[in-house]
């Protein structure tokens, strides 16, 4: 069994390399207007520029699992704004994807809390589409968009979860079929659990990543070891190995919070229990030391008894 390893973002050893400046509607507002284009295009080139910077970093460090930042691109989905952010950078969205492509990595995005089809409210669902259609044009502008992946939760459960699931069903398919193609569903640590998100990506033929420290929050009646294989079988529509969520408390009292780094007492546990499938998967890690955490964990996990490490961030059990 091969575990993949890999983190959102923001690679922390590396110098201002943020991929995640941004420019508020107000402070975009008060511009000249003549200067209001210019300073969209600077910050977006920024940020495209640390991205390649974070992908070199990522294929020396050979970390082939890696997040976006959904916020590439600033007011991209601002209805005042809307403004074509592919046109000027077709070069560097080009660069991107050949990285990518050459260097089969793993990459996605995962858009807000607020991008998802579970309110009674047409606005709503409507802000979802533009935001997952901002999305999906980064992949495409790329050129990734047949391996990328982009990312949600279900949503609320607006006190009525039968009703609610019934609404998602309903209001997904307002979502262009490639865009939902590319999509993927998550467990949340509030509302719908395991099951429930088990549930919706069957009947939706959607891939479910399972993020195992929001299950610790929100186990409901569940068994995790009578569903890990259901959920593993999800992703065979995309013919792609599973993809776990790992991080862990912050502390008993912000329990639902990530720590700067990865608990390996907290999730060895679901590795054990992974063992015993012996199917590839991989993990993305979402701890607030991001890269560093990864690195640590890929250590402590490699120094286990009967694991090798192969790589930088992968290991063979």
Known sequence: MKIRFGYVAHALDLWDASPSKTLTFARYSALPKNERMEKL???????????KRILYYNIAHEIEVYRFSSALVPLATHPEVMWDFITP????????????????????????????FTSPRDEV?????????????MLQAMNVHDTGLINIHIGGSYGDKKET????HQNLKTLPVEIKKRMTLENDDKTYDVHETLITCEQE???MVLDYHHFMANKGDVELDHYLQRIFNTWTTFNMVPKVHISSPKSDQAY?????????EFVLPFLKMAKELGQDFDIMIEAKQKNLAMQRLVEEVAAIRGIKRITSSSVEW
Not at 41 to 51: D, E, F, V
Not at 256 to 264: E, G, Q, T
Request: without cysteine.
């Open 41 to 51: 295009k600077s910050i977006t080139a920024l940020n495209l520029h640390h991205s």
């Open 89 to 116: 950078f077709k070069k560097e969205w080009t660069e991107l994807g050949q990285l990518i492509k050459q260097n089969n990595l793993r990459v996605s995005f995962h858009p807000s809390q607020y991008t998802l």
């Open 125 to 137: 669902t409507m802000n979802a589409v533009k935001d997952m259609e901002y999305h999906y044009k």
């Open 165 to 168: 699931l019934t609404r998602f």
């Open 205 to 207: 033929s959607i891939p």
């Open 256 to 264: 639902r919070s990530h720590a700067d780094f990865v608990s390996l």
